[in-house]
Every structure is written in structure tokens, then in C-alpha cells.
């Protein structure tokens, strides 16, 4: 079983992705221009908000100081620069191809972190998040579809 600085670590390597998807939604959703893309990224983000309130418990109740800010560096910080400037290009297949290529990024560290020997009641919660942002990437690349 993995100490509780590993299960720290691990779960706000979660809260810094999930936390920039979160931003690059919210900023997405106020500079789009596509309602229905709008609607989408609002849901989005508030759903990202509530993944990472969920892993700031989870870090609480191991005792651990919950991350509260995303990445400063990294994919998912390019993953919203890139869905910035595509949003304020309003170039929809660009746009939907960053989130894209972000929630594949998030997808990865989810795997990564589920290879992991974490607790079985945080693993269930952490498999809940990967299944949700799954279906979101999913919804993605049926837009992206439907675009090109």
C-alpha cells in the first residue's frame, strides 16, 4: 500500500490538470462565440470544479495540503494556452482539437495514477473521474466530427 506522501503527491498531480481543464473551460466559455460550445465548456468547467473540490478532500483526509493552483508548466498548461488561442481565433475544429488534446493528457495521468497501489475507497473515486472525463473526450471527438 502506498504511504500517505506518494497518495498526496499522486493526487494533486489530479488537482493541477483537472484544475487548468477547469480554467481553460471557464475562459473557453466566456470567449467563445458557438452557444452550443459555450453551454458545453460552462458545464465542463463546473464539472472539472467539483472533480478537484472532491481531490482537495481526499488530500485533506490524508492529512496532506491540498494543490490549489494548475500547472505552471507542463502539457496541460500548453493544452490551455493552445485552447486560448484557438478560442479567441473562434476556429471551432482548433478549439474542440486542444481540449482534446488536454483531456488526453488528463486521461494519461488518471491511467497513471489508478496503476498506482492507492487505496481502494480513493481508487474508486479516481476510476468515477476517469470514466466522467472519458465520456467528456468522447462528447469531444463526436463534435470534432460533426466540425470537419
Known sequence: MMGKNEIVDTLNDLIRIVQDSHE????????????????????LAAQRGAIVRELQRLVAEQGGAPDIGGTIVGG?????????????????????????????ECVRLYDEALAKELPPEIADVVRQHLGRIRTDLDRMAALRDTAA
Not at 24 to 43: C, N, P
Open 76 to 104: 496541460a498548461h500548453r493544452f490551455f494556452l493552445g485552447l486560448r488561442a484557438a478560442v479567441m481565433g473562434h476556429d471551432r475544429e482548433a478549439i474542440l482539437g486542444e481540449v482534446q488534446r488536454g483531456e488526453t
Open 24 to 43: 481553460g473551460y471557464q475562459q473557453a466559455a466566456e470567449s467563445g462565440e458557438d452557444d452550443d460550445l459555450q453551454a458545453l465548456f460552462s458545464d
